[in-house]
């Protein structure tokens, strides 16, 4: 089983009205309700590629009951910790012309005592885990080091660790030397705390993730594209052009069908193809992660991977 993991889940709740313009009340047409947070959505298409998938996650009163519910609906295994301050909500409002507007709700502040339990309930359920990856955001500074305590725990039971994530989070997450990092130009810059802005400076991002003891990385780079690299391997690939209607749940939706690429044995390149096909393929949808191994087909043969730096 893959075991996904992650710390500040939401309900993505869309409302869809006519246009985004002031008026004293607006007539709602649609309310769309799904799983939210990046673990949600690599979950979510892994699900979808027919991969044993489990998703960890920490919930709390009635929001949480609703996650825990949009989760299960999906066909996803849940494994909840329970808080006891509520899960949060991020609702979007997009109007016919696909403009929006999003307000994200604070998340739950979690005690040092529920971290705890947190991490016992999370020690109990990985033995029969293949592959843990951590994804996203967390609530609030006492779970800033949550990720490293976790793949301390994942290294102690030798399971491989795969995170996404930024800022404080990921710093701490280092630490712990996870096995492989994926995540975007602007999250690798924030990290590293320097430009990119050649292959050079890729070849040395990918020295200093390195030096700390990260085996492999994924750097995602929007329409330019992804790259990967490891001690001995350095991949490009270049997505096909498609019309975008929400971005938002690409890289997660790459980051799915990467692994689900790793699994099953193909090799890095190849991984690399079908995580770019399916980034691509989930811009053209409204709903995060809603794609199938057919539109990921379709695109992978406009994908284009070559050997050595994307820029």
């Known amino acids: 089983m893959i075991l996904v ?38 979950s979510r298409v892994l699900r979808q590629l027919g991969v044993e998938v489990g998703h960890f996650v920490l919930l709390g009163g009635y929001t949480g009951q609703r996650v825990k519910s949009l989760i299960e609906l999906d066909g996803v295994s849940v494994y909840p910790a329970w808080i006891s301050q ?78 996404d994530s930024r800022g404080v989070p990921l710093i701490e997450a280092l630490k ?68 975008s209607i929400n971005p938002v749940g690409s890289g997660d939706s790459f980051l799915a069908a990467f692994i689900f690429g790793l699994i099953n044995g193909k090799k890095w390149n190849e991984c690399l193809g079908l995580g770019i096909a399916a980034g691509a393929a989930n811009a053209q949808t409204w709903d995060a992660g809603a794609i199938t191994w057919n539109d990921i087909q379709l695109l992978l043969l406009e994908v284009r991977v070559e050997t050595g730096n994307i820029f």
Request: charged share 25%.
């Open 176 to 243: 712990a030397q996870p096995w492989m990092v994926k995540m975007n130009r602007e999250e690798a810059e924030e990290t590293w705390e320097k430009k990119i802005n050649c292959g050079d400076d890729l070849n040395k991002f990918y020295e200093f993730l390195n030096s700390k003891g990260v085996e492999y990385l994924i750097l995602t780079l929007g329409e330019k594209g992804a790259w990967f690299r490891g001690e001995r391997v350095s991949w490009s690939g270049y997505p096909p052009k498609v019309a």
């Open 86 to 163: 509520l899960t949060r909500v991020v609702t979007t409002i997009v109007d016919r012309s696909w403009q929006q507007v999003a307000y994200f709700e604070p998340g739950p502040v979690i005690s040092p005592q529920e971290m705890n339990q947190v991490l016992l309930t999370f020690e109990k359920i990985i033995p029969s885990v293949e592959l843990i990856v951590f994804c996203g955001s967390v609530s609030d500074q006492n779970t800033h080091t949550i990720y490293y305590r976790m793949i301390q725990i994942a290294k102690k039971n030798r399971i491989k660790t795969i995170i």
């Open 5 to 42: 993991v992650t710390p500040n889940p939401c309900i993505d709740k869309t409302l869809f009205i006519e246009s985004i313009i002031p008026k004293p009340k607006i007539k709602v047409e649609k309310v769309k309700e799904i799983a939210g947070g990046k673990g949600s959505n690599v």
